[in-house]
Nanobody, 128 residues
Framework: QVQLVESGGGLVQAGGSLRLSCAAS??????????MGWFRQAPGKEREFVGA????????YYSDSVKGRFTISRDNAKNTVFLQMNSLKSEDTAVYYC???????????????????WGQGTQVTVSS
């Protein structure tokens, strides 16, 4: 089993920044063969891929909507993944989730169904 806990959400003005964290625990998380993904879901919309990072190598991938504004990083020793969000826009308002994909090591998928475990989410609200 894996437990994921997101934190760092809140209310911010447009143009501002937030840093989200996703802390992982559980025996199954010890494998290096995994990819961590960040997704978001706005009311009435499907869960949307934001970005991902490979645990081995730290290669990152981003959706076009956040590329250049968001940055994903990880702290392997603390089993934590971060999502630095800059130049926030009102359309970034959503609940943000982190998930773990154990089927891949060096590539990623934007399909939420491929992620085996999820956190509870953290709300990000950007006021215009």
């Amino acid at each position: 089993q894996v437990q994921l806990v997101e934190s760092g959400g809140g209310l911010v003005q447009a143009g501002g920044s937030l840093r989200l964290s996703c802390a992982a625990s559980g025996r199954s998380f010890s494998s290096n063969n995994k990819v961590m993904g960040w997704f978001r879901q706005a009311p009435g919309k499907e869960r949307e891929f934001v970005g991902a990072i490979t645990w081995t190598g730290g290669r990152t991938y981003y959706s076009d909507s956040v590329k250049g504004r968001f940055t994903i990083s990880r702290d392997n020793a603390k089993n934590t993944v971060f999502l630095q969000m800059n130049s926030l826009k009102s359309e970034d308002t959503a609940v943000y989730y982190c998930g773990v994909d154990f089927q891949r090591s060096y590539t990623y998928t934007s399909n939420a169904r491929e992620y085996a475990y999820w956190g509870q989410g953290t709300q990000v609200t950007v006021s215009s």
